[in-house]
């Protein structure tokens, strides 16, 4: 459910794979959720590795780069990495599974204001983001 116009101000709304690849096949509550976000200055991005997993063989890389291009797309950085492992102890994981949900975590945790992530992975990124991060389903 896409949130009102006012409650995504400023921050950043990050899309994991599931939030990217709903937004290339454009799903209403993630074209909602980006269109707020976009219209209140709010950064609307994905981390990098996010390009990786989210593509495959069934999409059009001409639509694919389309809907990035609209993205801010962060690198994965020394910080983000020390960040994602961090997050990865705290909450008991192995980065040999959730690396990349770990990483999307990170980099959202990286800026101030609402921290938003669009997911289909909610425990997961809430064991990793705790209160820090509104996390949603998408």
């Not at 990050?14 to 909602?32: H, I, N, P, Y």
């Not at 102890?89 to 669009?118: E, F, Q």
Request: charged residues 25%.
């Amino acid at each position: 459910m896409a949130r009102p116009r006012g409650q995504l101000s400023n921050g950043v709304l990050l899309l994991d794979s599931e939030g990217l690849s709903k937004a290339v096949s454009a799903d209403r509550a993630v074209t909602a959720f980006i269109r707020a976000a976009q219209s209140n200055d709010t950064l609307v991005a994905v981390s990098d590795l996010t390009l990786i997993e989210a593509w495959h063989a069934k999409v059009r890389m001409d639509r694919f780069r389309w809907y990035v291009s609209r993205l801010e797309v962060l690198p994965v950085t020394e910080a983000i990495t020390w960040r994602a492992i961090e997050l990865l102890s705290d909450a008991g994981l192995h980065g040999h599974k959730y690396a990349i949900d770990a990483v999307v975590a990170a980099t959202a945790l990286g800026y101030a204001g609402p921290r938003i992530i669009l997911t289909s992975d909610v425990d997961d990124m809430n064991k990793l983001c705790g209160t820090k991060a509104q996390v949603e389903r998408v």
